[in-house]
């Protein structure tokens, strides 16, 4: 007879397995977590798998410190048509409206969406980039969703990295990070406050469930490019 323990294992074995699946049904890079950038996580709504909400932490950079959230939309056309995404925390970022939708402009990246050449990896990718200097410099006025922010960039370099630093900073202030009563209902990634008795006990259970995972192979990998957003 199997205990609750296996049972657990068993579910969470299951759990990955179908999101793997699922993942791979839009974008077989997904199913492998290596083809994901690296601080970047994503997961899909359950009543909605179209819908997916996701985190971004910044560690280095003009926003670093930043944890910023974020939804992910793909259209039933899917992949004739792309992604769009719409960050949920408050952004001062060019490429991010200041609108209520907070829209981010994939246009650049982007132009001509190519079913079958671009991929949801490679908007994550692109996404995560986006908060490099290096991507920062070679942004062009015409897809940028915040003009002042584009400006200040160029010309007033110091003011645009306190701004950014005040967006990192107040978007993993606790207020922020775990305020989730402004979400969607359906949200599917939250933040909870943890004592030091959960933190260790949900530590262990990650180890445990690493050494003993059940791994499913997918056969049809393809590398990821990433140079291109670099």
């Not at 259209?75 to 991010?96: R, V």
């Not at 200040?152 to 003011?159: I, K, P, Q």
């Not at 969607?184 to 262990?204: H, M, P, Q, W």
Request: hydrophobic share 35%; glycine share 2%.
């Amino acid at each position: 007879m199997e205990t609750k323990e296996e049972d657990k294992k068993e579910e969470n074995a299951l759990s990955k397995h179908f999101f793997s699946a699922y993942f791979r049904r839009f974008d077989k890079n997904l199913s492998t977590p290596n083809h994901l950038p690296a601080g970047l996580y994503v997961m899909p709504v359950v009543n909605n798998l179209y819908e997916w909400y996701g985190v971004i932490f910044i560690h280095r950079g003009y926003y670093k410190e930043g944890v910023f959230k974020f939804k992910l939309t793909i259209p039933e056309s899917y992949p004739l048509e792309g992604p769009k995404i719409n960050f949920i925390t408050d952004m001062f970022h060019p490429l991010i409206s200041t609108n209520f939708d907070r829209e981010f402009s994939l246009k650049q990246q982007f132009s001509k969406w190519r079913p079958q050449k671009d991929f949801i990896c490679h908007v994550l990718h692109y996404l995560k980039n986006c908060f490099k200097e290096a991507v920062l410099s070679n942004l062009q006025e015409q897809y940028c969703l915040n003009k002042e922010a584009y400006s200040m960039f160029f010309t007033e370099r110091e003011a645009f990295a306190k701004l950014a630093g005040q967006c990192a900073q107040l978007s993993s202030s606790p207020d922020t990070l775990f305020d989730n009563e402004s979400l969607d209902a359906n949200c599917s990634l939250l933040f909870t406050k943890l004592s030091d008795d959960e933190y260790e006990n949900i530590r262990e259970n990650l180890l445990k469930e690493e050494n003993n995972e059940v791994k499913f192979v997918d056969t049809e990998q393809t590398s990821v490019p990433t140079s291109i957003f670099e």
